[in-house]
């Protein structure tokens, strides 16, 4: 299982007093150390966390595959295309939300993606679809020619979250619901089945599979022994943990994690 940890959030801390610490790109040497196979940086359009300087910084200083998540916005487009990541992952963004809260409507921007993908495509990057784990969403991927789906957890984690843990849940229909734990189960079951069959039908289409979204050290290990699922992308929880176990040490425990016995 590959893995590509997220750095905005060491960004949000230092825009959180408007410094230049915590600085991420101090975090290049920590997971080179930590044999980490990508960083993944997502480039806001209101610049909330990462702005276009780390991006670039990051690019030139990290000798490893960097995979950068933008809105399909023409700005967004632009920078992805001069500063020449090796993977644009494509995600929805609203300006309200705290964080990506579902995956692209590929339907609905299937004439768009055609042209950004063939022009990412022709520049040499890889290309990912943020997606919800749907059938439909993946063939459509497949009709896109990308290289890779990300396959949005979101759902999974907050039932998780739910259930087992008192971790904070922000998914609107998820907080609607009772807190009826019969129920939670099934979706839970539910939510993991999607997951599998859509990564199932992805490999079949010949799409690489990544996940990423509210994982962390209690619901990783379930996603990590889906088979066609090949590299999660982590972010708030490594660096949420790393403020009391050090970046290293919560990288590997992270690793350790999901060293799955498939
Ligand atoms: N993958 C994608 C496409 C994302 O948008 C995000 C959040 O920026 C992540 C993975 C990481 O999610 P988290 O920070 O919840 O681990």
């Not at 825009?15 to 040497?29: F, I, S, Y």
């Not at 059938?135 to 984690?157: D, I, P, Q, R």
């Not at 949420?240 to 060293?259: H, N, P, T």
Request: glycine share 4%; hydrophobic share 40%.
């Amino acid at each position: 299982m590959l893995l590509g940890v997220n750095i905005d959030h060491i960004a949000y801390l230092r825009e959180a007093r408007r410094v230049n610490d915590p600085d991420p790109l101090d975090a290049l040497p920590v997971l080179k150390k930590c044999g980490v196979e990508q960083i993944t940086v997502h480039l806001r359009e209101d610049r909330r966390h990462i702005h276009d300087e780390d991006l670039y910084s990051i690019i030139k200083n990290a000798y490893m595959p960097i995979n950068l998540e933008c809105s399909l916005a023409d700005e967004m487009i632009e920078i992805a295309l001069k500063a020449k990541p090796s993977r644009v992952t494509l995600v929805p963004e609203k300006r309200e939300e705290v964080t990506t809260e579902g995956g692209l409507d590929v339907k609905k921007y299937f004439e768009k993606l055609v042209k950004v993908c063939e022009r990412l495509k022709y520049s040499g990057i890889d290309v990912s679809l943020f997606v919800d784990p749907t059938l439909e969403a993946v063939n459509l991927a497949s009709e896109l020619k990308v290289k890779w789906v990300e396959l949005h957890t979101g759902t999974y984690a907050n039932i998780y979250a739910m259930l087992y843990s008192n971790l904070r849940h922000t998914h609107n229909s998820i907080k609607e619901l009772e807190l009826d734990k019969g129920k939670l189960h099934h979706l839970l079951e539910k939510s993991i089945k999607e997951l599998i069959n859509t990564a199932n039908e992805a490999e079949k289409l010949g799409l690489l599979v990544a996940a990423g979204h509210g994982l962390n050290y209690y619901n990783v290990k379930t996603i990590a022994q889906i088979e066609n699922i090949k590299e999660l992308n982590i972010g708030q929880s490594i660096i949420a943990r790393s403020v009391f176990w050090g970046l290293e040490e919560a990288i590997k425990k992270m690793q350790e994690e999901i060293k799955a016995d498939r």
